[in-house]
């Protein structure tokens, strides 16, 4: 518990004080992912064996991911903006379900407006991250350096609190 909650504190400090760093980091091991998985899909294009299955198909498939692999590791902020807009887009259809719930399916007025305000919230928030994606994945990445910051902290704490009871109790023999 005591080296979870310590690793988890020093992943939230290195993205809370390096939040641009982080995010290049995550695009660049994101790339290397890519090429892995592509290269799987490469090699087993060339086993499959079956019917209505392209092996060219799969290998040209295998080529282009390998291909994006390699753009994402050469330019990480590609990635980073394809997905500040993927969560500015996804925040504003989020706020328009929300709006339309609460005005279609709530009765209940105070409950409407709630709902209402939380999915008008997500729009408007959904629109400065689409428009400004890098800063939006920053902050995401410097929330969850907060998150781990306090998450870790309360595992070392918990960690000593087990340790500390731990070794007040009572050993009984068997006899």
């Keep these: 518990m005591i080296v979870l909650g310590l690793v988890s504190l020093l992943v939230g400090l290195f993205l809370v004080f390096l939040p641009v760093f982080a995010v290049d980091l995550f695009a660049t091991f994101a790339g290397i992912a890519v090429i892995i998985l592509a290269a799987i899909v490469m090699v087993e294009g060339l086993f499959i064996d079956h019917e209505g299955v392209s092996h060219w198909g799969v290998l040209i498939l295998g080529i282009l991911g390998i291909l ?5 590791m050469v330019v990480p902020a590609l990635l980073v903006i ?18 339309i719930v609460a005005f279609l399916l709530l009765d209940e007025m105070m409950v409407r407006f709630v709902i209402g305000i939380m999915g008008l919230f ?54």
């Design 68 to 72: 994006l692999g390699i753009i994402i």
């Design 82 to 99: 394809a997905a500040g807009v993927a969560l500015g887009l996804f925040l504003i259809a989020f706020g328009i379900i929300e709006v």
């Design 122 to 175: 997500a729009m408007v928030l959904g629109i400065l991250v689409a428009f400004r994606p890098v800063t939006g994945v920053e902050t995401v990445a410097l929330l969850t350096g907060l998150y781990l910051i306090v998450l870790g902290m309360m595992r070392v704490a918990h960690g000593l609190n087990e340790r500390h009871a731990e070794q007040n109790i009572p050993v009984k023999r068997l006899e």
